[in-house]
């Protein structure tokens, strides 16, 4: 399992951008009387078929010739299903590739989210061009965060430009604190 969970999403979308993908959701939700959590990572990348999909939930499994030891989908795997969860990969090719994680939320081997601000901001960083929309949800409470609105108000200025990352770290940090999204 790795530390955090942000760890995990953060692997997740990496891997849909080095599959080509120019857009990615994230779906965070958090259902406390449930006691259920589900992580759900969308991307428009080049997809899988069947036989790449078995391969990817196995470890050290890799499409990246010379990168990548293929570890983060077999652990993303294991750290939902120790958490009386499951683990699921659809996928279409030339289209999209979903992952989506269950646990309970309360489970002792769930791991905390870490820094789920500092993954998403150091994403924006490395690919400024990429659209990414993140919905958090818990409960009733949701908070909405989307690349794509930020570019209509800052025009032709980069995303990863420092003023921006602060702007975007600050935003999702006071969504997520309004919403009481805190691990």
Known sequence: ????LS????????????????????????????DLLIITIIDNGKGMDVHTIENALEAAY?????????????LFKQTAEHCNGFFEI?????????????MELSNIDRPPFGDLVASIVSIITG????????LVRKEDQKYEFDTRIIRE???????????????????????????????
């Open 127 to 134: 690919h400024p061009d990429i659209d990414l929309y993140m």
């Open 1 to 4: 399992m790795m530390p955090e």
């Open 153 to 183: 108000v800052i025009g032709d200025i980069n995303l990863a430009t420092p003023s921006v990352l602060e702007y975007i770290r600050k935003d999702i940090n006071e969504g997520l604190e309004e919403i009481a999204f805190v691990d």
């Open 62 to 74: 890799s499409t990246k010739e010379g990168k990548g030891w293929g570890f983060g989908i077999p």
């Open 90 to 102: 659809t996928s279409k090719e030339k289209m999209f590739t979903k992952v989506i994680a269950q």
């Open 7 to 34: 760890m995990h999403i953060m692997d997740i979308i990496e891997n849909g951008i080095s599959a080509g993908a120019y857009h990615i959701d994230l779906f965070i939700e958090e259902y406390i009387k449930r």
